[in-house]
């Protein structure tokens, strides 16, 4: 099962297949993310809490 490289959480295969660069078989980050968010090709440090 694929689990989230920043925080650790479960993540369904779908979710890798659409937003995990196709070299890595993790994401770097998911929604339950509290501290990072995608940004376009790259991970960025949130700028506000996202609760």
């Given at each position: 099962?694929?689990?989230?490289?920043?925080?650790?959480?479960?993540?369904?295969?779908?979710?890798?297949?659409?937003?995990?660069?196709?070299t890595?078989?993790?994401?770097?980050v998911?929604?339950?993310c509290?501290?990072?968010?995608?940004?376009?090709?790259?991970?960025?440090?949130?700028?506000?809490?996202?609760?």
């Amino acid at each position: 099962m694929p689990e989230c490289q920043n925080c650790g959480s479960f993540v369904t295969e779908a979710y890798v297949r659409v937003f995990a660069p196709e070299t890595l078989d993790a994401p770097r980050v998911c929604p339950n993310c509290e501290d990072k968010i995608r940004d376009g090709n790259d991970v960025r440090e949130a700028r506000s809490s996202r609760s």
